[in-house]
């Protein structure tokens, strides 16, 4: 029943929100319809020639300050950003990670099976028909032609069950074959966090439950809600109340346990096999050096499966939500559409973060996009 009544407030939130006709906001994302689907992708490639740019946000990070700190801007993310094969039970994108790219997305979530010594993306038990190498290469030629980019790529292990180390020295070997791997000066920190102008062209590689040898911003650094097994009444109130706590700087700790009361937050360092004791006190000294970062990045997990929903069917009822989240969001800056978007644009200071989505639609995208300009 809450859902449906979630799903009734979206609607009502899409009729009520009022972009300013002639700001670049509005010329660029323009307002979609009040239809579902327009936050949900029902297609397996974007129709740009039925769309045109209503769907083309390959450059919008050209219209972020370079003195932007990558922790203040609000990012389309994807969960499971290549499970595209595998069924219900298993598929959580519809579209290519090329077309992620070109729809806005810049946070990747890419889970690699360790087989013979090839990484290869999985879902589960189903091998997804790509491996690391084309992600980074796909991910590498997007940036080349879209050099005012930056994309985030979180890695995990899935199915396999190698030690932390054993996986990530094969994931350290196959980013030598990258020549755009983000490797900040020196250890990141509060005081030394990646810059948007550092990041531009580049990939930043963030490694989950494992080691690099790059300075980089591990997963266990950011705040999250990822409550991916609860019902759609209780996630769509995990959503909600995750972002208003953002929104009023409720969340202190930088921890992704036990972020706040009301959230079930599942610890970063989760896995399939029996940590070894040099494993856990690995993690453990992960976790801590992530806290002491005190970045305050903040993820918020759209997804969910459950015994009752599959990835698709949880995704068309609580992706919506973001217009619900963002109904306020608008833009009441008048400008010259021709001028430079570096001299005209300027973005919050204070960002909710990643959401993190399946079936990520082109409204929802735009939303997402649209909130770091006011």
């Not at 990670?97 to 729809?103: T, Y």
């Not at 801590?288 to 759209?302: D, E, G, P, T, V």
């Not at 015994?307 to 969001?329: E, G, K």
């Not at 021709?338 to 989505?357: E, N, P, W, Y």
Request: with cysteine.
């Amino acid at each position: 029943m809450l859902a449906l009544i979630c799903m009734i407030c979206v609607t009502a939130g899409l009729i009520t929100i009022a972009m300013t006709p002639i700001s670049i906001t509005s010329r660029l994302f323009p307002q979609g319809s009040s239809s579902t689907d327009t936050y949900f992708s029902k297609a397996t490639s974007i129709s740009l020639s039925e769309e045109g740019e209503l769907n083309d946000h390959r450059t919008w990070m050209s219209a972020v300050p370079d003195e932007t700190y990558l922790t203040e801007i609000n990012l389309p993310g994807t969960h499971d950003s290549s499970a595209r094969l595998g069924g219900d039970s298993y598929m959580c994108q519809s579209l290519s990670l090329i077309d992620q790219l070109i729809l806005g997305v810049r946070f990747l979530d890419i889970r690699l099976d360790a087989h013979k010594g090839v990484l290869r993306c999985q879902h589960g038990s189903v091998y997804q028909q790509i491996d690391f190498s084309d992600v980074l290469n796909r991910v590498s030629k997007f940036l080349l032609h879209n050099p005012a980019e930056t994309v985030v790529v979180k890695i995990q292990q899935e199915h396999s069950t190698l030690s932390a180390q054993a996986f990530g020295a094969l994931v350290s070997t196959a980013l030598t074959q990258a020549d755009n791997i983000f490797n900040s000066s020196g250890p990141v920190s509060a005081q030394n966090k990646p810059t948007l102008g550092q990041l531009r062209g580049q990939i930043l590689i963030m490694p989950r439950s494992f080691d690099l040898e790059i300075n980089t911003i591990p997963y266990e650094a950011l705040i999250a809600q990822d409550d991916f097994k609860a019902d759609l009444s209780v996630k769509s109130t995990a959503i909600t109340t995750f972002y208003n706590a953002i929104s009023k700087s409720s969340i202190s700790t930088p921890s992704i346990i036990n972020t706040t009361d009301t959230i079930s937050i599942v610890p970063s360092t989760r896995r399939r096999r029996r940590d070894t004791a040099t494993d856990a006190a690995a993690a453990a000294a992960r976790m801590n050096s992530a806290k002491a970062m005190n970045l305050r990045w903040f993820i918020n997990y759209f997804s969910l499966h459950n015994n009752v929903q599959t990835p698709r069917s949880a995704a068309y009822t609580l992706n919506p939500l973001i217009a619900h989240l963002l109904s306020n969001v608008t833009s009441a800056l008048v400008v010259d559409p021709d001028a430079s978007l570096h001299s005209t644009r300027s973005v919050q200071q204070k960002g909710f973060g990643v959401i993190m989505m399946d079936f990520i639609g082109p409204e929802s995208a735009r939303l997402i996009i649209d909130s770091n300009f006011r």
